[in-house]
């Protein structure tokens, strides 16, 4: 399984998204430090009613959860944009 999947699998997984994108932007960071110890870099947009009643931080503390270890070994830099169902 690679990054892309591992990410989509564990956030899916917890959360239970309505809407879930994960964008790999690891090329434009090649040569960089994280890049070169083998972490990724992503953005991910993300619905869920998991988020409700949530502050942003709180918000990205579980998506960060949901994604355990894969934090420390797949991922080098992620962009997490975290909605409710109403706020998107």
Do not use: C
Not at 4 to 33: M, W
Not at 52 to 75: C, N, P, W, Y
């Amino acid at each position: 399984m690679n990054r892309f999947e591992i990410i989509r699998e564990k956030l899916t997984s917890v959360l239970a998204p309505d809407s879930l994108d994960v964008i790999d932007r690891s090329r434009e960071h090649a040569g960089q430090e994280g890049a070169k110890r083998g972490g990724g870099h992503f953005d991910v947009i993300i619905v869920s009613e998991a988020f409700t009643d949530m502050a942003t931080v709180q918000r990205h503390r579980a998506s960060d959860e949901a994604l355990g270890d894969a934090m420390k070994t797949e991922i080098h830099a992620l962009s997490i944009r975290a909605y409710t169902p109403d706020e998107f």
